[in-house]
C-alpha cells in the first residue's frame, strides 16, 4: 500500500512558476513508476508528466513539454513537478498517482487506469 500527499500548488500569475511535491509512504518507492495529471472542471483527467521506476525515462503532454519537469528523489520518497512559464489553462486540480510495474520498470505509464494509487490532489491557478 501507498499513500500520497501532494503539496505546493496555489495561486500563481502567468509566466510564473512553482513546484509541486508528493510525497508517498512505503519502502518501495523506488520501485513505482510515477504520473502527474490534471483535471480542470467539466473535463476529463489527464496525463501531464510520467517517470519510469527505473532508468529515468520521461514522458510530457505536448502543451508542457518545455515547460515542465518531472523528477524524483528515492531517499526522500518524493516526486517533484516544476512547473514554468505558466498559461492560465494550466488551471487545474494536480493529482501524483503510483504504479508498481509487472514486467517493465523501463517505461511510462501515460492511462490513468494503469496507477494503483492517487494523492488527493492539489490546486493550481494561474491567473492572466
Known amino acids: 500500500q501507498v499513500q500520497l500527499v501532494e503539496s505546493g500548488g496555489g495561486l500563481v500569475q502567468a509566466g510564473g512558476s512553482l513546484r509541486l511535491s508528493c510525497a508517498a509512504s512505503?519502502?518501495?518507492?523506488?520501485?513505482?513508476?510515477m504520473g502527474w495529471f490534471r483535471q480542470a472542471p467539466g473535463k476529463e483527467r489527464e496525463i501531464v508528466a510520467a517517470l519510469s521506476a527505473r532508468g529515468g525515462i520521461t514522458y510530457y503532454a505536448d502543451s508542457v513539454k518545455g515547460r515542465f519537469t518531472i523528477s524524483r528523489d528515492n531517499a526522500k520518497n518524493t516526486v517533484y513537478l516544476q512547473m514554468t512559464s505558466l498559461k492560465p489553462e494550466d488551471t487545474a486540480v494536480y493529482y501524483c498517482?503510483?504504479?508498481?510495474?509487472?514486467?517493465?520498470?523501463?517505461?511510462?505509464?501515460?492511462?490513468?487506469?494503469?496507477?494503483?494509487?492517487w494523492g488527493q490532489g492539489t490546486q493550481v491557478t494561474v491567473s492572466s
Open positions: 498517482a503510483a504504479d508498481r510495474p509487472e514486467l517493465d520498470y523501463y517505461r511510462t505509464y501515460k492511462n490513468p487506469s494503469e496507477y494503483d494509487y
Open positions: 512505503g519502502r518501495t518507492f523506488s520501485s513505482y513508476a
